[in-house]
């Protein structure tokens, strides 16, 4: 009983730990996928939807809103999926494209073309479409998309806080798992890590400290400022110009 009693009281450290680093973050991020996150087509179309509602005051809404931080915020999924990998995969950038790599090239997971903004007054979405890799299967190159959304929901209330929604989507993707071996085989295995890693990076998002894009296609051009002229230096013996009528 004495080693059961030790593994409880460790979980439960643990989860009070984590609460309470929760309660000091700077927005709070709650999971609310729908119950079929995921859902299979009878060609073997895969979509998978993974939400989560950021609860942001109104004072920092300006660190994860507006068009330069939705170029951030796909930067920053980017980014979270090394980190989850402790690097073994890495994202290699490329003109017009992005690459999944598991360590290096030519172990290409994923291909995606350059990332598609679309903006609106309260909505941002930046969409690659997948193009091969050897996650995806033969008859499915060239057809689906990841995609990331962002949603102004509501106004402040009374206590100065905003709600955001994220939704991170994958479509018409076609796993070379499922056709090599099985459906059941990709459910248990590639879409379950899909699923956690999408999560914990969702939930990451309460820090709200976002990656800085490399490409920086959406950031402002700085203001031009105005240089005064300089005056033409007039030699000692020269008369000043009499001002015409």
């Not at 309470?20 to 009878?42: D, H, K, N, W, Y």
């Not at 962002?150 to 402040?156: H, M, Y």
Request: aromatic share 6%; with cysteine.
């Amino acid at each position: 009983m004495a080693p059961l009693a030790a593994v409880f009281i460790a979980l439960v450290a643990l989860i009070a730990a984590r609460q309470r680093r929760r309660r000091r973050l700077p927005a709070r991020a709650v999971i609310v996928s729908p119950g079929e996150s995921t859902v299979i087509a009878r060609d073997g179309a895969v979509r998978s939807l993974q939400a989560a509602e950021l609860t942001v005051a109104e004072a920092d809404i300006e660190r994860i809103w507006g068009p330069t931080n939705l170029e951030n915020l796909a930067r920053t999924y980017w980014r979270f999926l090394s980190r989850a990998t402790l690097g073994l995969i890495r994202v290699v950038y490329g003109a017009n494209e992005r690459s999944i790599v598991l360590l290096a090239k030519p172990l290409t997971l994923l291909r995606f073309g350059a990332p598609e903004y679309a903006l609106e007054e309260q909505r941002g979405k930046v969409r690659w479409r997948i193009r091969d890799g050897l996650l995806v299967a033969r008859s499915g190159r060239g057809c689906g998309f990841l995609s990331i959304t962002i949603e102004r929901r509501e106004d402040p209330d009374a206590e100065g806080r905003s709600k955001l929604r994220i939704e991170v989507e994958v479509a018409n993707f076609y796993p070379a798992i499922a056709a090599g071996f099985s459906m059941p085989v990709y459910e248990m295995t590639q879409s379950v890590v899909h699923v956690l890693v999408t999560h914990a990076f969702l939930r990451s998002l309460a820090t709200l400290e976002l990656a800085e894009s490399k490409v920086g296609r959406l950031t402002p051009p700085p203001a031009a400022t105005t240089v005064p002229p300089v005056p033409t230096p007039r030699a000692p013996d020269q008369e000043p110009a009499t001002p015409q009528p």
